[in-house]
C-alpha cells in the first residue's frame, strides 16, 4: 500500500527565511505526487503536483518540489517564507493507474514569524 | 456551482443520534471523494465515487458509516448512533476525471456529545 510521511508535524520560520517541509512517500513503483495547502478557515487547495514529467515542479505562491527517485522524498521549499504562508500543509500520494485515490499525510503546520 | 459546497458546516448532535452530511460537487465532475479531518490525524480516505458506485468503501471506519451519491451528483454520508470519536470535520471533494486535481469544500464539523 502507498503511504507518505510527513517529517514535522509543525515546522516554525521566520519571515525571509527558507521554508522546508518534508515528504517522503512509500511505493513500489514511481506514483503521482502532491502537496495540498490548507489556510486558516479555508478548504484544501492544490499547490502543486508532479506527474511523472520534470522533477522540479513549481507552484503557487512561490512553492516548489522536487521529486528524487533515490530518496523517495518530494520536499516542497520556499526560498523566502512570507506571513501569508502559514497554513496546514499536506503531502499526498496516489498510483499512476488503478483505482485508489489520494492517501495523505498527517499533516505539517508553518508558522511564520515576524 | 463555483465550488464544491457542503452542509452544515457545523453540526452538534448527541451520542447515539444519526446524522446526515451533504456534498454538492462541481457540476460535471464525475468523482467525489469523501475525507475525515482529526486533530492530529491528517486526512482518512472514507470513501470515493466514480458516477453512483463507489469503487472502494475500505475507508469507512464501521458499519455505522454508509454514503450514497445520486444522479452523479449531490452526496451523502450517513452516519448512524454517532460516537464521539466520530467527532472531526468531515471533507468532501470533486475532481473533473478520477484523481485529477481535487477542489476540496469547507467541511463539515461534527461535534458528538
Known amino acids: 500500500a502507498q503511504s507518505v510521511t510527513q517529517l514535522g508535524s509543525h515546522v516554525s520560520v521566520s519571515e525571509g527565511a527558507l521554508v522546508l517541509l518534508r515528504c517522503n512517500y512509500s511505493?513500489?513503483?514511481?506514483?503521482?505526487l502532491f502537496w495540498y495547502v490548507q489556510y486558516p478557515n479555508q478548504g484544501l487547495q492544490l499547490l502543486l503536483k508532479?506527474?511523472?514529467?520534470?522533477?522540479l515542479v513549481k507552484g503557487i505562491n512561490g512553492f516548489e518540489a522536487e521529486f528524487k527517485k533515490s530518496e523517495t522524498s518530494f520536499h516542497l521549499t520556499k526560498p523566502s517564507a512570507h506571513m501569508s504562508d502559514a497554513a496546514e500543509y499536506f503531502c499526498?500520494?496516489?498510483?499512476?493507474?488503478?483505482?485508489?485515490?489520494?492517501?495523505f499525510g498527517k499533516g505539517t503546520r508553518l508558522s511564520v514569524i515576524a | 456551482g463555483a465550488g464544491v459546497s457542503q452542509s452544515p458546516s457545523n453540526k452538534v448532535t448527541e451520542k447515539g443520534k444519526d446524522v446526515e452530511l451533504r456534498c454538492d460537487p462541481i457540476?460535471?465532475?464525475?468523482?467525489l471523494y469523501w475525507y475525515r479531518q482529526s486533530l492530529g490525524q491528517g486526512l482518512e480516505f472514507l470513501i470515493y465515487?466514480?458516477?453512483?458506485?463507489?469503487?472502494?468503501k475500505s475507508g469507512l471506519p464501521s458499519d455505522r458509516f454508509s454514503a450514497e451519491r445520486t444522479g452523479g451528483s449531490v452526496s451523502t454520508l450517513t452516519i448512524q448512533r454517532t460516537q464521539q470519536e466520530d467527532s472531526a470535520v468531515y471533507l468532501c471533494?470533486?475532481?473533473?476525471?478520477?484523481?485529477?486535481?481535487?477542489?476540496f469544500g469547507s467541511g463539515t464539523q461534527l461535534s458528538v456529545l
Open positions: 471533494a470533486s475532481s473533473r476525471q478520477y484523481n485529477e486535481k481535487l477542489f
Open positions: 511505493s513500489s513503483v514511481p506514483p503521482y
Open positions: 508532479y506527474t511523472s514529467a520534470a522533477t
Open positions: 499526498a500520494v496516489s498510483p499512476v493507474s488503478g483505482n485508489t485515490p489520494l492517501v
Open positions: 457540476s460535471g465532475h464525475t468523482a
Open positions: 465515487f466514480q458516477g453512483n458506485s463507489a469503487p472502494d
